[in-house]
């Protein structure tokens, strides 16, 4: 039987864990190769373990740290992964950084300049890396994981809706710039999940009582197939 996404290389960020890790296993299942990008090596080798216990394949691993190591080794990631793999199906920037939150005059310039590099300027550097390859592929999908956030400003949350609304216009401009291609780029929003992200925001929180990153997986998952055809949209994961 041919998987959906049988032979199709797709490249996650932040999948070391939470949603990009169950995000990753949903489409290995599906049938695509997975490039896994996240700080920690021993959290992608557990996303990898999770894969081969699903699949019996496994990942390639790219520990890299988008704020720190972005400038050279994201401006080439499209141009190796071609190199590898001769192809670049799909591209999930899921990686974000919460960081203190804290009123909008008190923002820290070394906080500024980490949650900004990895929430806004890893977007565009990815999309600049990885836009030639997806083009060429015969069903490119991009999806980028947002936050209510950007349509629900809070006091304290204002660097992390900045610059998340900052990479939701991006998005949204790069998706009007290639709507007469096969590409297809879209903004999805899980809502509230049982992420460690959630529980920093949170900390008094049951995440027992939180949809779970598994639960969001398939949603994500069937904005990256073949057969999708939204574009330049923002989509709201509905539980159930």
């Excluded at 923002?107 to 550097?125: C, M, Y």
């Excluded at 939701?168 to 790069?174: C, D, G, I, K, P």
């Excluded at 709507?179 to 780029?185: A, D, P």
């Excluded at 598994?214 to 949603?219: F, M």
Aim: proline fraction near 6%; charged fraction near 20%; hydrophobic fraction near 45%.
């Amino acid at each position: 039987m041919t998987l959906p996404l049988q032979d199709r290389v797709a490249l996650v960020t932040g999948a070391s864990r939470g949603i990009g890790a169950a995000l990753a296993v949903e489409l290995a299942r599906l049938g695509a190769q997975l490039v896994l990008l996240a700080r920690t090596q021993g959290g992608l080798e557990e996303t990898d373990d999770a894969i081969r216990a699903a699949t019996g394949r496994g990942a390639t691993l790219l520990p890299l740290d988008l704020h720190k190591d972005a400038d050279k080794q994201l401006d080439l990631l499209g141009a190796s992964i071609m190199e590898r793999f001769g192809r670049l199906d799909i591209l999930v920037h899921n990686a974000g950084v919460l960081n203190k939150l804290t009123p909008v005059a008190h923002i820290e310039p070394k906080d500024w300049a980490e949650t900004v590099g990895v929430n806004l300027s890893a977007a565009w550097r990815l999309i600049r890396s990885c836009d030639p390859p997806l083009r060429a592929a015969e069903a490119g999908r991009a999806v980028f994981v947002t936050t209510g956030r950007v349509l629900r400003p809070k006091p304290y949350w204002g660097l992390y809706g900045a610059t998340k609304a900052g990479m939701e216009h991006l998005v949204q401009t790069w998706a009007a710039e290639v709507v007469n291609t096969r590409l297809r780029v879209n903004l999805f929003d899980p809502d509230i999940v049982a992420t460690k992200m959630r529980a920093q925001a949170m900390p008094g929180e049951d995440p027992s009582r939180l949809t779970q990153p598994a639960e969001v997986a398939p949603a994500l998952a069937a904005l990256c197939l073949p057969a999708e055809t939204r574009h330049g949209e923002r989509v709201l994961f509905q539980p159930g």
